[in-house]
């Protein structure tokens, strides 16, 4: 049984622990046995943006990080829905709902969201549990078959609402977010989404970061670059967001990546 650390998560309504990795994730897992906290200022995002009753989308839920900050900032009468592909972490993401006594408020479901459902492969990272890809970057990663589900067939007649979508899916979004498109036209507003932006993974899966923009663009919502080193939110016209993106896609092997708020700040 893999070892449950205690979370030091400001802002928390009680007291919160989560299994790890026992070895071999060197990122997540580390950050939280060492600091009891991953991405502090997205934690504080996903927490003010979050109220009780709310219901929230965690795509990419890893181990259940988010997904249990957000299941007790929504509390028994919100809903959180918490897509996981990977075996051993989708593993780890039902044991730390049920140590944090939120299975009921938090469906789990082992598969990873695309734009059409079907049949995949998940290419796995040996160092970083958070680094599972859908598709094939790099020569010799192990690989598991996976379930793919197109987002907004899944979840139509199983919310009515959304309020905040968390995507991190290691150069995957523009498939979630294609997949999850006609859900969100239908809602009765937009939600939140703080959604990882990196060119060179998304032109690896296939899409660009170009793309990715404009398709977020399209929402009609302000778009913002998560900024955290500062701990603030700066907002960026669509236009000079994927200007970016094209200057990180003309230097061969750049990754650099940031993560985006879309909709107005909380």
Same mark, same amino acid.
């Given at each position: 049984?893999?070892?449950? *650390?205690?979370?030091?998560?400001?802002?928390?309504?009680?007291?919160?622990?989560?299994?790890?990795?026992?070895?071999?994730?060197?990122?997540?897992?580390?950050?939280?046995?060492?600091?009891?906290?991953?991405?502090?200022?997205?934690?504080?995002?996903?927490?003010?943006?979050l109220r009780p009753g709310d219901v929230c989308v965690d795509v990419g839920a890893n181990i259940g990080y988010f997904s249990v900050i957000a299941a007790h900032a929504v509390g028994p009468a919100g809903a959180v829905f918490a897509f996981e592909p990977g075996e051993a972490n989708f593993a780890l993401l039902r044991d730390n709902l049920a140590l944090n006594a939120c299975r009921d408020t938090v469906r789990a479901v082992q598969a990873a969201l695309a734009l059409e459902a079907g049949e995949g492969s998940l290419f796995l990272s040996e160092d970083n549990a958070g680094d599972h890809q859908v598709f094939a970057a790099d020569a010799g990663r192990r690989q598991q078959a996976i379930t793919l589900l197109n987002g907004s067939d899944y979840l139509c007649g199983r919310l009515a609402r959304m309020d905040l979508l968390k995507v991190d899916v290691q150069g995957a979004e523009y498939a979630v977010m294609a997949g999850l498109l006609p859900l969100l036209r239908e809602l009765p507003r937009v939600p939140r989404i703080i959604l990882e932006l990196t060119p060179l993974s998304l032109r690896q899966a296939g899409s660009s970061g170009r793309q990715l923009v404009e398709l977020l663009a399209s929402l009609q919502q302000p778009l913002?670059?998560?900024?955290?080193?500062?701990?603030?939110? *700066?907002?960026?016209p669509g236009a000079e967001l994927a200007s970016w993106c094209d200057a990180v896609d003309a230097v061969p092997g750049d990754a650099g990546f940031m993560n985006v708020l879309v909709g107005a700040p909380p």
């Open positions: 049984m893999s070892s449950a *650390v205690p979370l030091s998560i400001p802002g928390a309504s009680r007291p919160l622990r989560l299994r790890v990795h026992a070895g071999g994730d060197q990122y997540i897992s580390r950050r939280l046995r060492e600091e009891g906290i991953w991405e502090p200022y997205e934690t504080a995002l996903l927490l003010a943006s913002h670059i998560i900024d955290h080193i500062e701990h603030r939110l *700066v907002a960026c």
